[in-house]
């Protein structure tokens, strides 16, 4: 069975990131490429680090910080028991749904102020076009 192997381009292009991105991932710990060629300048990534990787941009399209997907992703390196990893993931997401919904029940507030001053501009706007009509002398006619 051949292990599979990636290069940074060919991460980078499968997932559409920019190698920064990939490098800053490295940076973070998410990512442990082994170094090869002159100097280590060449990263091979493995199987895992594309799971990782794709683990790590499923907890940002969640809303998970970088270092909250590092902390649960480094858990499943862990033991077999998967129930502590369970359990803090669980947690994790239950802090991230309740910032979503204090900042959802702060757009429904900002949403219903804009709704009262629309409707109170409009309400403006009528009683200045009822007096501007009421305040035109009307026109004589010309014969």
Not at 4 to 17: G, H, N, V
Not at 119 to 128: F, T, V
Request: cysteine-free; proline content about 4%.
């Amino acid at each position: 069975m051949a292990i599979s192997t990636y290069s940074i381009s060919d991460l980078a292009q499968e997932f559409d990131l920019t190698t920064r991105a990939m490098r800053f991932y490295e940076d973070m710990g998410l990512l442990q490429p082994e170094r090869t060629g002159p100097g280590g300048r060449t990263r091979v990534y493995s199987a895992r680090d594309r799971a990782r990787l794709k683990l790590t941009l499923r907890a940002k399209r969640l809303g998970l910080s970088l270092t909250e997907a590092k902390d649960v992703i480094d858990m499943y390196d862990s033991p077999r028991d998967t129930a502590p990893q369970l359990q803090k993931f669980l947690l994790v997401l239950a802090a991230h749904r309740e910032q979503l919904e204090a900042q959802l029940a702060e757009l429904l507030a900002n949403i219903d102020e804009v709704k009262a001053h629309e409707k109170e501009a409009r309400a403006l706007l009528g009683k200045s076009a009822k007096t501007t009509k009421a305040a035109k002398p009307a026109a004589k006619p010309l014969v």
